[in-house]
């Protein structure tokens, strides 16, 4: 029997990429999934594939929800906890990348960097965790970047907002794992999502890892003895960073 059999599973930005890849993995398993992202319609179509590739025949719960807004994240974990009581992962895959010269960047694409990629990580991270702490478990699994510990041009924001959530998580950490509660950071390299341009995609497809290599390696995290944390795991290309 999998260890994930039957858990509650929230993933944020679950409408494509490795949230998507990892809902299907993680629904092949028997959990109970809740997807997130700020598009319903998205997410619908996101339910019917999960469905349809991973054989399961539990319904996901559709919370839409945008992580950069408080009232939304609230709303949406109001929503959760009316139909669960809580959850025993959270899977904090929601962000977005703005990739520039430092010299080129905006006040707006600063701003939106930082509230995708670490207010609403924290505000996610914090409605979860309250109920996984009184508890005594749960695992909260941040998808973060390999950016955050190796430098790349035209990455400034990004790599800042992901160093901060990896510094924020090894915090949280340190206060959380006396509560039975796990935080896992996954730092990832060159994967091929909608982050990269269709032109890269291209050009770098044959030296990308795949969603579904990156939703592998979660749900082996996962499926760790409850004595065991991994805490950082780093995975890149066989062939390195692009």
Same mark, same amino acid.
């Given at each position: 029997?999998?260890?994930?059999?039957?858990?509650?599973?929230?993933?944020?930005?679950?409408?494509?990429?490795?949230?998507? +890849?990892?809902?299907?993995?993680?629904?092949?398993?028997?959990?109970?999934?809740?997807?997130?992202?700020?598009?319903?319609?998205?997410?619908?179509?996101?339910? $019917?594939?999960?469905?349809?590739?991973?054989?399961?025949?539990?319904?996901?719960?559709?919370?839409?929800? @945008?992580?950069?807004?408080?009232?939304?994240?609230?709303?949406?974990?109001?929503?959760?906890?009316?139909?669960?009581?809580?959850?025993?992962? #959270?899977?904090?895959?929601?962000?977005?990348?703005?990739?520039?010269?430092?010299?080129?960047?905006?006040?707006?694409? !600063?701003?939106?960097? #930082? @509230?995708?990629?670490?207010?609403? *990580?924290?505000?996610?991270?914090?409605?979860?965790?309250?109920?996984?702490?009184?508890?005594? +478990?749960?695992?909260?699994?941040?998808?973060?970047?390999? *950016?955050?510990?190796?430098?790349?041009?035209?990455?400034? !924001?990004?790599?800042?907002?992901?160093?901060?959530?990896?510094?924020?998580?090894?915090?949280?950490?340190?206060?959380?794992?006396?509560?039975?509660?796990?935080?896992? @950071?996954?730092?990832?390299?060159?994967?091929?999502?909608?982050?990269?341009?269709?032109?890269?995609? @291209?050009?770098?497809?044959?030296?990308?890892?795949?969603?579904? =290599?990156?939703?592998? *390696?979660?749900?082996?995290?996962?499926?760790?003895? $409850?004595?065991?944390?991994?805490?950082?795991?780093?995975?890149?290309? $066989?062939?390195? =960073? #692009?």
């Amino acid at each position: 029997m999998t260890p994930l059999l039957n858990k509650i599973v929230w993933i944020t930005g679950a409408s494509r990429g490795i949230g998507l +890849a990892s809902a299907i993995s993680l629904a092949a398993k028997g959990a109970r999934l809740i997807l997130s992202s700020r598009s319903e319609e998205d997410l619908r179509k996101a339910a $019917q594939t999960v469905r349809t590739i991973s054989g399961s025949t539990i319904e996901p719960l559709i919370v839409p929800c @945008d992580v950069t807004s408080p009232d939304s994240v609230k709303g949406a974990w109001r929503i959760i906890q009316e139909q669960f009581g809580g959850v025993d992962i #959270l899977v904090n895959n929601a962000g977005i990348g703005v990739f520039k010269p430092f010299l080129e960047l905006t006040l707006e694409d !600063i701003e939106l960097s #930082l @509230d995708a990629n670490i207010k609403g *990580a924290f505000l996610c991270a914090q409605a979860a965790a309250r109920g996984m702490a009184e508890r005594g +478990a749960g695992v909260i699994v941040s998808l973060n970047s390999v *950016a955050a510990q190796k430098t790349f041009a035209n990455c400034s !924001i990004y790599a800042a907002s992901k160093s901060a959530l990896l510094a924020a998580n090894r915090v949280i950490r340190e206060e959380l794992r006396g509560k039975g509660v796990k935080v896992i @950071d996954l730092l990832v390299g060159a994967t091929e999502t909608d982050i990269w341009s269709p032109a890269a995609r @291209d050009e770098f497809r044959l030296r990308m890892m795949q969603p579904e =290599d990156i939703a592998a *390696a979660l749900v082996s995290a996962l499926e760790l003895p $409850q004595r065991m944390m991994p805490e950082e795991i780093v995975l890149r290309p $066989q062939l390195g =960073d #692009l």
